[in-house]
């Protein structure tokens, strides 16, 4: 497998805003994705004016014909641009991440979903957001999430200063995970993205806030995020229950929190997963959104 400096990318023009050693995208695809949307996704990485020095897609497990289709079509359109990483069997996002990361040749990681629209200014922005803080090891952006029609649904904000982020990783993701860009030994060095149920990122950021790096987000939106307006409906139930106890125990072992606040922060938000999905639902979107409206696709 091969990787190449894109031809418009250059050392020196990446030390002027902040890679200076380059950066690779990191994108996992599995069966239930959807093949059009993986096109606008990867062809957003591309489209972008800082385009990345590597691209590893990592195919988790057996694909539908049409990924299948869509992905070879995507070769052919980025001709040994794609480095496709392929799992016989489908292990979760983690383990595909996991598996990602260890074909990366840069030392900084941009994470991308495989149903997301990166702005064209995404990395450029980042990069200059590392230019001002050159030793951040974890950052991230806004996202605008919208419905799978392009249907602008709500921004998700995230704290900007380290100070600000450690306070808010105590009760909500600190981190938008489809917008992040993070330094590869950093990760690394917390072991990679642990095995807990769809908190994967959640749980990674808060080792490596118990380990002290450096950490920013920037205010500005840099992904549209595909999020239909009735996700938060459906992520309820058991299995959500008891991940939210296993990421209470990692925000307790990182020193987040003590185990008596775990303890009632799990009970607390795991109540709100059992809870019907109707008030789970408006929880999310009342509460926990800023809601947009327009089209953006």
Not at 61 to 81: A, R, T, V
Not at 138 to 162: F, K, T, Y
Request: hydrophobic letters at 45%; glycine letters at 6%; aromatic letters at 8%.
């Amino acid at each position: 497998m091969t990787s190449q400096i894109l031809p418009s990318f250059t050392p020196s023009s990446l030390s002027a805003i902040g890679f200076s050693n380059g950066f690779a995208v990191l994108m996992a695809v599995y069966i239930r994705d959807d093949s059009q949307l993986l096109k606008i996704a990867v062809d957003s990485v591309f489209l972008n004016s800082l385009p990345p020095n590597q691209f590893v897609l990592v195919a988790d497990g057996l694909l539908s014909d049409g990924l299948e289709k869509m992905i070879n079509e995507l070769q052919q359109q980025h001709f040994g641009c794609i480095d496709l990483i392929r799992l016989p069997i489908n292990q979760g996002l983690a383990h595909a991440l996991n598996v990602g990361l260890r074909y990366i040749h840069f030392p900084w990681v941009v994470r991308a979903d495989a149903d997301d629209l990166n702005l064209p200014h995404r990395f450029a922005s980042l990069a200059e957001l590392l230019k001002k803080q050159p030793s951040l090891e974890l950052m991230s952006s806004a996202i605008l999430e919208v419905d799978v029609n392009g249907q602008a649904i709500a921004v998700r904000a995230v704290p900007e200063s380290a100070k600000d982020i450690r306070i808010f990783a105590k009760s909500r993701n600190p981190f938008n995970h489809m917008a992040v860009a993070f330094r590869r030994e950093s990760v690394l060095a917390c072991g990679g993205y642990p095995n807990v149920y769809l908190k994967e990122d959640y749980a990674l950021w808060c080792r490596m806030l118990g380990s002290n790096m450096n950490v920013a987000n920037s205010a500005e939106v840099l992904v549209h995020a595909t999020a239909g307006r009735d996700m938060y409906r459906r992520r309820g139930g058991w299995r959500y229950a008891t991940a939210e106890w296993a990421l209470q125990k990692v925000m307790i072992e990182s020193g987040l929190k003590s185990r008596s606040r775990g303890w009632l922060d799990g009970l607390a938000r795991a109540a709100v997963f059992l809870a019907p999905a109707g008030l789970r639902g408006k929880i999310y979107e009342v509460l926990l959104r800023k809601p947009v409206s327009g089209k953006c696709r």
